[in-house]
């Protein structure tokens, strides 16, 4: 007797785990909510609404996965300073690979300025730091940064550095103006960047510069 109970019972749960289902399904594609089949009720919970929004988010900021851009570094005022840096787009993140030599030891600030621009013999042309969400210079990860606040990278005596470095902050060719890094410069410094002072970090002379394009 209880056994047959439990069947009714779990045939009637499937049933209305399945009838839930067609409901909310109204004309998008069957397979999204597949995940709720595990007949727990919270899936009577979801109005729909929040797979609809997330799905509307992902193509409105579709991202290039598996996009590359390797930025040739250019040695400005005077530096040796020569290598590359690759950007790559994850399925959330850029990831960002240095990989320079020709430093003077110790350690030089690295910035995405806002402009493509590497002309000038000192690097000026490549503008300030890329910030699209308008905030004070700072350290990455804390409350105000600009977009394109990296960082140091640490240099040994033999010149040379290297960083892994990747964020959701930004984006390859994306339509977010605030993420897109496709048009900017990277610049690397002479010194260090303090974190403090504005609107730059007191980074020194540019000693390399490269166009993201
Ligand atoms: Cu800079
Ligand atoms: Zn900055």
């Known amino acids: 007797m209880k056994k047959l109970v439990i069947g009714i019972m779990a045939l009637t749960l499937s049933i209305s785990v399945s009838s839930c289902k067609e409901g909310k399904e109204t004309g998008q594609e069957g397979h999204e909510h597949e995940h709720t089949h595990d007949g727990e009720t919270h899936s009577h919970e979801h109005d729909g609404d929040d797979h609809h929004s997330d799905k509307m988010e992902d193509s409105k900021t579709a991202l290039m996965v598996g996009k590359e851009i390797v930025v040739p570094m250019s040695a400005k ?11 790559s787009q994850n399925e959330n993140e850029v990831a960002m690979n240095v990989d320079l030599k020709g430093l003077t030891p110790g350690m030089h600030a690295i910035h995405i300025h806002q402009n493509g621009d590497c002309s ?51 984006c390859i060719g994306c339509e977010d103006e605030t993420r897109n890094i496709v048009g900017k410069g990277v610049i690397v410094h002479a010194s260090a960047d303090d974190f403090e002072s504005q609107p730059s ?10 166009v993201i394009k």
């Open 77 to 87: 005022s005077g530096s040796n300073v020569s290598g590359t840096i690759t950007f």
């Open 201 to 210: 970090g007191a980074a020194g002379a540019r000693e390399a510069c490269g």
């Open 120 to 170: 000038s013999d000192d690097g000026k042309s490549a503008g300030g730091h890329w910030d699209p969400t308008s905030e004070a210079h700072g350290k990455w990860g804390d409350e105000m940064h600009h977009s394109g606040d990296i960082g140091n990278l640490e240099v040994g005596e033999d010149g040379m550095a290297t960083l892994d470095f990747s964020t959701d902050k930004w």
